[in-house]
């Protein structure tokens, strides 16, 4: 159809002084200062690669909590934002930070026995499968 309208490739797209960039350059800074250990909490958790004693300072709470069922959610959002950030402005800071924690994924993975990535319990998943309710994972409305 044409004039209709097509999304640019990130690298073709750059902002001009403004309130988009300030706020940008806001959500960059944002992404850049979470600290990676934290962002992978979860998975080396269920990686046994750490065990926190007590209530651990310094480490994500809320939805992050090594508690929450939806734990590790955070994570697959960071990565997004990291790729996108990278393709506008080839930050390598983030791009590095980005590979290191997709090659640590990949180490979880591996202390899982090769298969597991998962910052949730895999069990989560022989729960629904017996019908329990598990917050982490969709499932199926029956009506309304």
């Keep these: 159809m044409s004039g209709s309208f097509h999304p640019l490739p990130d690298h073709r797209v750059r902002l001009l002084p403004s309130l988009f960039k300030k706020r940008f350059e806001v959500n960059q800074h944002y992404v850049l200062s979470l600290k990676t250990h934290n962002l992978l909490q979860n998975h080396y958790l269920e990686a ?12 994500h709470w809320g939805w992050e909590s090594p508690t929450c069922q ?14 996108h950030i990278y393709a506008i402005t080839g ?43 598990v917050h982490a994972l969709i499932v199926p409305c029956t009506g309304i």
């Design 48 to 59: 046994g690669l750490w065990a926190p004693m007590g209530k651990p300072e310094d480490i």
């Design 91 to 133: 930050n390598q800071e983030i791009k590095g930070k980005a590979d290191f924690i997709v090659s640590e994924v990949g180490r979880c993975q591996e202390e899982n026995g090769g298969e597991w990535a998962g910052p949730i319990p895999e069990k989560y998943l022989e729960w629904l499968a017996r019908g329990k309710a």
């Design 70 to 83: 939806i734990r590790g959610e955070i994570l697959g959002h960071w990565l997004s934002a990291a790729s």
